[in-house]
């Protein structure tokens, strides 16, 4: 039981300009609010006039590696700059995320953006990444670009809001299946033999 890792997300110092949010007049009710990240350590952004306090800063997540034996993960990396201070302040593991690019628009995608992080990682720690995700060959050119696995976002609030927890094990199923079938298709037998080899 209890908590296996603790998942820290850091590409959100403050909300994002959501158009599609602010049309439709949603908000994310107070009590619900998260810390926010900011890794300048200035400690405070104004935005609006109205200043904001970032509680989270770099020497936070070391304290947080103090506080805890758990694997910590820090997701919201895109630059391999932030990927080394990640290592360095004690993470696990990191996640390439541009937040389901719904948070700053013109941010490159997680998969160009991948390379380079893995690059500067080399094996030190696993690289999750996430951010469209949607066919079991997805899957495979993440891991041969470098990543240890993927996570997903919206395919599986898609399923869960068609089909409940059925939906979200079918979704996992399918993707599993479309990732057994491409990995069969060239020629791998093991995700060890995933390589960038493998990108046309
Ligand atoms: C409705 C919604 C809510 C989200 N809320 C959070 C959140 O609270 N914290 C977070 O780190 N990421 C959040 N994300 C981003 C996802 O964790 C994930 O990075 C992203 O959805 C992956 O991209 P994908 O949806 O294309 O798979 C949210 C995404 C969606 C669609």
């Keep these: 039981g209890g908590a296996k890792a603790i998942c ?12 599609r949010q602010m049309r439709a007049g949603f908000k ?8 926010y990240f900011n890794d300048r350590n200035t400690g405070l952004f104004k935005i609006g006039g109205s200043p904001k306090r970032a509680i989270l800063t770099w020497p936070d997540v070391e304290w947080l590696r103090s506080l805890t034996a758990l694997p ?6 895109l630059d391999p700059e932030d990927a080394e201070l990640a290592i360095s302040s004690g993470a696990d593991a990191i996640v390439v995320s541009n937040h389901g690019a719904r948070n700053l628009d013109t ?3 997680t998969i160009d ?5 893995a690059e500067r990682v080399a094996g030190r720690i696993p690289i999750i990444i996430d951010g469209g995700i949607r066919r079991g060959t997805d899957v ?17 609030v ?8 059925d939906g979200v094990r079918h979704c996992v199923d399918l993707l599993r299946r479309e990732f057994e079938t491409a990995m069969a298709l060239t020629g791998r037998t093991s995700i060890g033999e995933i390589d960038r080899s493998l990108i046309w």
């Design 28 to 35: 994310i009710p107070d009590a619900l609010a998260t810390p």
């Design 72 to 77: 910590i993960v820090l997701k919201g990396i």
């Design 113 to 117: 953006a991948l390379p380079a992080v």
């Design 158 to 165: 898609y399923a869960l809001a068609l089909g409940g927890s």
């Design 8 to 19: 820290v997300t850091v590409d959100m110092p403050t909300l994002g300009d959501r158009r």
């Design 140 to 156: 495979l050119k993440s891991i041969a670009l470098g990543a240890t696995a993927v996570m997903i976002g919206r395919p599986y």
């Design 107 to 109: 941010l490159p995608a």
